[in-house]
Nanobody, 120 residues
Framework: QVQVVESGGGLVQAGGSLRLSCTASGSTSSIGTMGWFRQAPGKQRELVATISSGGITNYKETLRGRFTISRDNAKNTVYLQMNNLKPEDTAVYYC??????????????WGQGTQVTVSS
């Protein structure tokens, strides 16, 4: 069993930056991939970025360059650095984990979400 907890959300003006953190606990050695998702009001949840245990990253293409995912395996923690934030980035951001890599497995372990609000 794996548990994940996010933190770091808040209110920021357009053009500002935030850094989200996600810490995993439990059977962390079995995690193959961790990722960030977001869900805006009235919209479907979408992928933001993922990072594998080997350090391979993947991004929603329109976010590449503004958002950066990174990891600290010693702390079982993954980060999402968000720069030049836009009002369209306003959403609840969720951290998730899965056992597989690439397209294998499903994101079965989810955090509670952290609110990011970007004002204009």
């Amino acid at each position: 069993q794996v548990q994940v907890v996010e933190s770091g959300g808040g209110l920021v003006q357009a053009g500002g930056s935030l850094r989200l953190s996600c810490t995993a606990s439990g059977s962390t050695s079995s995690i193959g991939t961790m990722g960030w998702f977001r869900q805006a009001p009235g919209k479907q949840r979408e992928l933001v970025a993922t990072i594998s245990s080997g350090g391979i990253t993947n991004y929603k293409e329109t976010l590449r360059g503004r958002f950066t995912i990174s990891r600290d395996n010693a702390k079982n923690t993954v980060y999402l650095q968000m720069n030049n934030l836009k009002p369209e980035d306003t959403a609840v951001y969720y951290c998730a984990a899965k056992r597989g890599v690439w397209d294998t497995g499903v994101f079965a372990y989810w955090g509670q979400g952290t609110q990011v609000t970007v004002s204009s």
